[in-house]
């Protein structure tokens, strides 16, 4: 029998596997369409669950009708196998297949395009477990059906709902994995771990092949063990993609129903029990979607194994379509070929992909070769256009165990190894939940890896409650592991510059204190790739510290670190650190014991969230920084540093692109702190003047004005904000403006001489700026305010100055004399105590190093200045009182040029007004200008200058006043002085040539002849580059500098005026020479306080209160805080008490006036009758009862309520962080704004796209209008010309009948002769007939078809335009 492929109708397939080339097209994998199927899935699983398919697809609905749509595989033609002649190459028997192939007859060939036949499906339905109220749905189905179908299928009829994490597993087996039990078990218990916690913090959607054997009997025995839960097993979706011709015959069968049943309902059993859908399926899945390619075969095949690649491929591409925000991770188990194939595509689009090692195929082989392979760092052009570095695996040049068609995907696969993830499940202890966090962040996919993270936060916020107040989770409970495993996940993160998963972590409940060690900080700043600028500068740093500590060794440690910090911001290292005794200072032995455990002392000497921010700023990630600056505690202190330490950092960056990024990051942090700045003085004046005083804990204890002073940031003083807490400091707690005249000042001076006793201002003690607060005025308090004001101080320490100048102005013109006079004594005690004053500048800082103080001092240019006048003093007072006259006048001239020094001194004192402050700053642009310009004028001098005198006094004497004579004068012709008398010689009585004569300069010497002429030549070239050249490019440089100066005129006025007030500010009341008086008060109050330390008892309640010993009442507070209470008690005068108890009650709140009081917080027994009481809360309401000892019991005496004090900086640090969150909301709205506006703009552009286009179609249609007239016109034009030629043509037929009817009638006469001419005649005349009969047809069709066209035409115009969408 033959077999005709006419005879069978088949459905050619769109989409043939014919090689693993096919596959390479990238329009294939991303194809997806978008016809169908755009609803979203609405319902879950659980939803699902009480809902029946007769509900679904009832009997004639439209999915019913849709779901005969779908096809199966069948072999329609039996072509029997070469390894048993009874079964055809599908599989099957010739009994089941609809004809039969005679090979001796046709000898034909089994092809799957002409020996497969598609028809509609016949297993499509639900499974019903027993005692399981959520049914598994399956179906047969095309391994090549169309994309489209799947999408309506997964969307419209089953209902998926939308999911977040997509794990698809490759489990696709080729050769054994040799694991032993225990490592079986091992591999599942990983598994099982990741798959329970990904499940209760997400919406997990799994896909696999769905068996029980190979590779897939591991997701079957998880499954198994996680389907108990509830949770799990009604939450997550498991999808399994398995091939219809593994199944057995039974299982076919079973799953198969009627023809006229499309839907059908399968109640096997339990689910728990064993082979109950067969010894190859597993029943722990909520969807089964069995691909048929119409072959059986019990054992998987190489094409059968492409055919469920494919498959899932296409599953996969609309599971992405239908929820774009998934995340997607391949899990590679074991694998061949194919595998490999699908691991190299996941690379190629962009997936992040985890190999399971240890489990043999493909798996193995890469993370073999994964780890051969060498790390180099590679340059690349980032987003911005400018190169970064990153780093890269090279593979070795021979892969092993790879064969050559594969080569090339794995070199490619291992060069991108930032997709690649190695997961040795018996060595490491995370769960695959981690290991999936971790291929996310190595694959820099920050948006699926923070969405991921935000539901794992979410899900843990929700799930856990706890049991009190602060309580944390446990280590099981939170949201992404251990606190450990959120540490060692935090640093790949920083590593990785993954700025959404720190901020997210950081969020959560992770101690920090607790777990970032000195070993996390080693291994931030040892990954060279990640340190960028700061390697060199860490690499001196190490050098340094070996050499001076003595610490060697192989990774940079903390001290580096503070090193790096010290050079950059010099003398104003805002960090504590104990220097050789501080804990981040490790020992060779320290580097050792942390290899292998992490004792709590190694800890670094900062809080954490300060290293990492220091660590981000360093490294330049400014991400990072941003976000470790949104959870720091001095946010506008830090930002303020995080400005200065860039820009230092990138003044030392040889690299301009990296110093450049460098300087923009350092802007930015300045106008963000301006930003907050401005926020808070918006909403509270005074709080923001608290904010700006209070004392930072992570930079020094030093307020963020004292930071800008240290760090000279002129734009940040010049804002509002800083311009009205300075007028507060200003005018001290003076009330009123009028009184600032200089006499009433000066008069105030000598009472105040008499006042300084009473005033008990510690003025030789360091301070900083405090804002004066409101009070209650008394006498000595009013003296203490005005004489402490710092306009007060400015002002005597002027009218001091100026006393002293007048002195000094008097000694110079009238009293120097080598005796030492009166006058000269008042001189020199003036400048003693002005240099007292000075010394207690330097050393009177805050700063524990003494270095530290003098770096400071000398920074400051005033100082310097101050510091060189005081040594020219003293060099000219010692010059003068020797009685040699020479020496006598070098000391003249000395303290001439010193009194011009402490004249400049002056400038600064008048800096303060708006008007000579920013001339005083162009004054020294313009000095600098000069020196850049006077280097490039003695290049003209010195040349113009030897020429000139070598040409006009040839052969001169050597001799070292040449150094003063040659250059003379060529400088002063620059100023018009050009001595054209010397050059030309026109007064030749005052000139010689004797040697003699000139030699000692008794006479000047005459010009050469040659110079007469020459050098007047030379002077006038020299004239015009000196003249019109130079000067006035000096002059244009000048002007440049002042329109600079003046654009800026309100930043360098407020700088000037902060330095003033900040130095008067912490200046004693008085100026010298009054302040000796301050100075002997000073040591004679030490002096007293260190006697009273030696001799008095320290528990004695004088010395602690400063009272004379009687308490008015039984029990008083002494010195109250927010934090603490100290009180006091007198022993009972009958009783003789031993011992005192003190019971501490806090008092929680009032009931009808009644305080609630609790248990005792503190109980202490003392023998002293004095306490202090601490780590209380502030704004808190304490009630202290004190009991007293006798010799036989403890008997009550007292009770007192006591007040911590509120605390301001919490106050402050509050409207800090409020004001921060209301910027970022801000931000957050201009954001939105900029896309509304963006959107806005597009939307109008599409309308004018939409009314360009409607009067285009408008055009059209009258064009289209004009062109039916045109073809009506043009119609009628031939329709008439047609008529007139038939009319001619008749009229010509009717004269040529009549013509020969004529001829007729005369040739009858002729009746023989004739008769043949007229049978002719008669022949041409019905031919002539003929052809006018067709022509005639002709032209009626014609004017049909011509008819028909207009009509059609018109029919076109007259249907009504559909709208455009």
């Known amino acids: 029998m033959t077999f005709d492929s006419r005879s069978v109708q088949f459905l050619t397939c769109d989409v043939v596997w014919s090689s693993d080339d096919d596959d390479d097209d990238e329009d294939d994998d991303n194809k997806v369409a978008n016809d169908i199927g755009e609803k979203g899935m609405s319902r879950s699983l659980s939803e699902s669950k009480t809902n029946d398919w007769s509900t679904n697809i009832a009997a004639g609905s439209t999915d019913e009708v849709w779901l005969q749509q779908l096809e199966k595989c069948e072999c329609v033609g039996f072509v029997a196998s070469p390894d048993n002649n009874s079964l055809c190459h599908c ?14 007859d046709s000898k034909p060939q089994w092809n799957r395009n002409t020996n497969i036949r598609r028809s509609k499906t016949d297993a499509i339905g639900r499974i019903q477990f027993q005692d399981d109220d959520l049914d598994s749905w399956y179906l047969r189905l095309d391994f090549e059906t169309k994309e489209e179908k799947l999408q309506y299928l997964l969307g419209n009829i089953l209902h998926l709902s939308h999911y977040n994490l997509y794990i698809h597993f490759l489990d696709f087996q080729q050769g054994d994995d040799d694991l032993t039990a225990s490592q079986q078990t091992q591999l599942q218990e990983r598994l099982e771990s990741g798959l329970k916690t990904l499940a209760l913090k997400t919406k997990l959607f799994i896909s696999s092949t769905g068996m029980k054997t190979g590779m897939s009997r591991h997701i079957h025995t998880v499954l198994t063990k996680l389907c108990s839960n509830p949770v799990f097993h009604a939450e997550v979706f498991r999808l399994a993609c398995a091939p219809w011709g593994r199944l057995a015959d039974a299982e076919r069968s079973k799953l198969t129903g009627p023809s006229s049943e499309q839907v059908q309902v399968i109640k096997p059993g339990q689910r728990e029990e064993e082979n109950v859908l067969g010894e190859e399926l597993s029943p722990f899945f909520s969807h089964y979607l069995l691909f048929d390619d119409g072959v059986i075969s019990p054992t998987p095949t190489l094409s059968s194994t492409k055919h469920a690649c494919s498959f899932r491929k296409n599953i996969k591409n609309i599971l992405d379509h239908m929820s774009e925000d998934a995340v997607s991770v391949y899990v590679l188990i074991n694998g061949g070929a194919v595998a490999l194939h699908r691991v190299y595509k996941a690379i190629k689009t962009g997936h992040p992909v985890i190999i399971i090692q240890r489990t043999g195929g493909y798996a193995d082989k890469l993370a073999r070769n994964y780890f051969l392979a060498q790390i180099i760092l590679e340059k690349f052009l980032d987003q911005t256009g400018k190169i970064a570095v990153r780093s890269k695996l090279k593979p070795a040049k021979v892969l092993e165990d790879i064969d050559e068609e594969d080569e090339k995907k794995v070199r490619y696969i291992l060069e991108h190894n930032n997709l690649l993830t190695v997961f040795d499940p018996f060595h490491q202890t995370q769960g695959l939940d981690m290991v999936i966090c971790q291929a996310l962040l190595k694959g820099k996919q920050e948006t699926q890896l923070n969405k991921l993270l935000e539901s794992f936060q979410t899900s843990a916020t929700k799930t856990v409650a706890p049991t009190r107040t602060g309580s944390r989770p446990s280590q099981q409970e939170c949201f992404l592991g251990s606190d450990s495993m959120q540490m060692d996940f935090l640093i790949e993160a920083m590593l990785n510059d993954s700025s959404d998963a720190v901020d997210t972590i950081l969020k959560g409940e992770l101690c920090l204190v607790k777990h970032f060690t000195q070993c996390r900080f080693c291994q931030l700043y040892n990954r060279e790739q990640c340190l960028g600028s700061c390697l060199p500068l860490l690499k001196s740093a190490n050098a340094r510290n070996v050499e001076s500590l003595g610490v060697k060794a192989d990774m940079f440690c903390p001290s580096d670190v503070r090193l790096v910090l010290r050079d950059l911001l010099g003398g104003s290292y805002p960090i504590k650190c104990k220097g050789k005794t501080c804990p981040c200072v490790l020992r060779a032995e320290d580097v050792r014991s942390m290899k292998y455990f992490e004792p709590d002392m190694y800890r670094t000497c900062l809080p954490p969230i300060q290293e990492l921010f220091l660590w981000a700023l360093l490294t330049n990630h400014q991400k990072l920084a941003k976000v470790f600056w949104k959870h720091s505690e001095d946010k506008l202190a830090s930002a303020v540093v995080a400005e200065v330490l860039l820009t230092r950092l990138a003044d030392r960056e040889s690299n301009t692109d990296r110093a450049f990024k460098l300087r923009e990051n350092a802007k930015e942090f300045g106008n963000l702190a ?77 009472p105040a001489i008499f006042l300084v006793p009473f005033l008990c201002v510690n003025s030789m003690e360091p301070r900083g700026i405090s804002v004066p607060g409101s009070r209650r005025r008394k006498f000595c308090q009013g003296l203490r305010d005005f004489y402490s004001a710092p306009v007060v101080k400015y002002q005597m320490n002027v009218v001091a100055f100026l006393v002293l100048l007048l002195v000094f102005s008097y000694v110079l013109l009238v009293d120097l004399r080598p005796e030492f006079s009166v006058f000269q004594g008042i001189l020199c005690g003036l400048v003693f105590l002005y240099t007292v004053e000075e010394v207690r500048q330097c050393l009177g800082g805050r700063e524990r190093d003494l270095r530290c103080r003098w770096n400071l001092y000398w920074k400051e240019g005033w100082n310097r200045l101050d510091v060189f006048t005081i040594i020219i003093f003293i060099l000219g007072m010692v010059l003068v009182v020797i009685p040699h006259p020479d020496v006598h006048r070098t000391g003249r001239v000395v303290l001439s040029i010193d ?27 313009m000095i600098r200008d000069t020196v850049t310009f006077v280097i490039i004028l003695m290049v003209f001098i010195l040349s113009y200058a030897v020429a000139s005198e070598a040409i006009l006094y040839p052969q001169s004497r050597p001799h070292v006043s040449m150094l003063y004579y040659v250059p003379r004068k060529a400088y002063w012709q620059i100023y018009g002085d050009f001595f054209l008398d010397e050059i030309e010689g026109s007064d030749l009585e005052s000139c010689t040539n004797d040697v003699n004569l000139y030699g000692n300069r008794t006479m000047d010497r005459c010009p050469s002849k040659e110079g007469q002429y020459v050098v007047p030549i030379l002077l006038g070239i020299y004239s015009i580059i000196t003249h019109v050249l130079l000067l006035n490019l000096l002059i244009a440089k000048f002007n440049d500098t002042y329109a600079n100066v003046q654009g800026e005129a309100k930043i360098h006025w407020a700088w000037y005026r902060y330095q003033i007030i900040y130095e008067y500010a912490q200046r004693p009341c008085l100026p010298p020479p009054l302040n000796a008086i301050e100075c002997v008060l000073f040591l004679v109050r030490h002096s007293y306080k260190m006697l009273k330390r030696v001799v008095c008892c320290t528990c004695c309640p004088w010395c602690k209160t400063g009272t004379d010993g009687i308490l008015t009442t039984p029990v008083q507070a002494g010195k109250t805080g927010p934090n603490s209470i100290t009180i006091h008690w007198q022993s009972p005068a009958d009783k003789d008490a031993s011992r005192y108890r003190i019971l501490c009650y806090k008092i929680v709140d009032t009931v009808q006036g009644i305080p609630n009081i609790n248990q005792p917080d503190l109980a202490l027994t003392l023998y002293s009758t004095v306490c202090t009481v601490r780590n209380l809360q502030p704004h808190t309401t304490y009630r202290f009862k004190v009991s007293y000892e006798t010799t036989s ?56 796209q939409v009314s360009q286009s409607l009067q285009q179609v408008t055009g059209h249609i009258t064009q289209l209008r004009d062109m039916v007239k045109e073809l009506h016109e043009s119609t009628k034009c031939i329709m008439t010309a047609e008529t007139k030629n038939i009319a001619q043509l008749a009229r010509q037929q009717a004269d040529s009948t009549v013509t020969m009817a004529a001829e007729i009638s005369n040739l009858k006469q002729s009746e023989v002769a004739t008769l043949a001419e007229i049978r002719t005649l008669k022949k041409e005349l019905s031919e002539m007939k003929e052809r006018s009969a067709t022509r005639t047809e002709d032209l009626h069709a014609l004017m049909t078809q011509q008819t028909s ?5 018109l029919q076109a115009v007259a249907t009504p335009r559909q709208p455009m969408t």
Request: charged letters at 30%.
């Open 674 to 750: 301006e930003e907050v700045l401005w926020v808070c003085y918006e909403l509270d004046e005074d709080l923001t003047h608290k904010l700006l005083i209070q004392k930072s804990s992570w930079w020094g204890h030093k307020s963020v004005i004292e930071l800008v002073y240290s760090f000279r940031s002129r734009s940040f003083v010049s804002k509002p904000a800083c311009k009205s807490l300075l007028d507060k400091v200003w005018k001290g707690h003076l009330e009123s403006d009028r009184f600032l005249l200089v006499v009433p000042v000066i008069l105030s001076m000598i």
């Open 899 to 925: 009194f011009v020094l402490f004249c400049m001194r002056l400038l600064q004192a008048f800096a303060v007004g708006s008007d000579i402050g920013p001339m005083f700053t162009m004054i020294l642009k």
């Open 91 to 104: 599989g099957l028997e010739a009994r089941d297949h609809a004809v039969s192939l005679d090979e001796k």
């Open 1349 to 1353: 066209m207009m009509q059609q035409v």
């Open 1193 to 1248: 019991k403890w008997e009550e005496w007292t009770e007192v309520d006591i007040r911590t004090e509120p605390i301001e900086s919490d106050l402050a640090s509050c409207h800090e962080k409020d004001c921060v969150e209301q910027l970022e909301g801000r931000q957050l709205k201009d954001d939105m704004t900029a896309q509304l506006e963006v959107i806005s703009k597009s939307v109008s552009t599409n309308k004018q």
